[in-house]
């Protein structure tokens, strides 16, 4: 069984910074496509951004692209998100994901994979 877990949310200042990972086990994670999604308090989850299997591809979503930086570690089971430049529209759970799939273009998108979603971890952007 898969199982994700979230963890480095907190709450920080406009123009911060925090990292967040997601620790997998039980699955095949070195040959899957790993993201991370996020939603607000009265909003629909969104993409945030997505890597793949071997770090070759990433994702982002337009209103992160720039600040955010996915990466991974298949030795040790782990995405991380690196969050730099922080605002308080940023405030959202945010949740690792496990198969997302992307299509490339002028601007990226990502839906997330149907079956693994971690628990969420909170991260709250004070302005």
């Known amino acids: 069984q898969v199982q994700l877990v979230e963890s480095g949310g907190g709450l920080v200042q406009a123009g911060g910074s925090l990292r967040l990972s997601c620790a997998a086990s039980?699955?095949?994670?070195?040959?899957?496509?790993m993201g991370w999604f996020r939603q607000a308090p009265g909003k629909e989850r969104e993409f945030v951004a997505v890597?793949?299997?071997?770090?070759?591809?990433?994702y982002y979503a337009d209103s992160v692209k720039g600040r955010f930086t996915i990466s991974r570690d298949n030795a040790k089971n782990t995405v991380y998100l690196q969050m730099n430049s922080l605002k308080p529209e940023d405030t959202a759970v945010y949740y690792c994901n496990k198969d997302p799939r992307c299509s490339a273009g002028p601007e990226d998108m990502c839906v997330p994979g149907e079956h693994y979603w971690g628990q969420g971890t909170q991260v709250t952007v004070s302005s």
């Open positions: 039980g699955g095949a994670f070195s040959n899957s496509f």
């Open positions: 890597i793949s299997h071997n770090s070759v591809s990433e």
